[in-house]
């Protein structure tokens, strides 16, 4: 079991950048994938971004491949997104998700592969 919490979301430009973190409490966080998806009003969620138990692989939605960076701390048990040129499109609520895994190379691809949930944070891109 583990718990999250987001935070970093705000009111950005076009062009601009965020950065959000997922701050997890509880043991073992090293034995869960973890990722960020995002959900706009009317829109079917995305799974945006997934990291492996150590961080050695990483999946990118092809939307925001190439602009987001996702990454891990064990030691620190934190997650982070690093949303670079940000566009209209990325407004969203974001959340962390995690997912107890054996594996040592699980990223995830969908969010129902994740069973634990933060609470969320609003990304609003303005044109």
């Known amino acids: 079991q583990v718990q999250l919490v987001e935070s970093g979301g705000g009111l950005v430009q076009a062009g601009g950048s965020l950065r959000l973190s997922c701050a997890a409490s509880?043991?073992?966080?090293?034995?869960?994938?973890m990722g960020w998806i995002r959900q706009a009003p009317g829109k079917e969620r995305e799974f945006v971004a997934g990291i492996s138990r150590s961080g050695s692989s990483l999946y990118y939605a092809g939307s925001v491949k190439g602009r987001f960076t996702i990454s891990r701390d064990n030691a620190k048990k934190t997650v982070d997104l690093q949303m670079n040129s940000l566009k209209p499109e990325d407004t969203a609520v974001y959340y962390c998700g995690a997912r107890f895994t054996s594996s040592f190379t699980y990223a995830g691809t969908v969010p129902s592969e994740h069973n634990y949930w933060g609470q969320g944070t609003q990304v609003t891109v303005s044109s």
């Open positions: 509880g043991r073992t966080f090293s034995n869960y994938a």
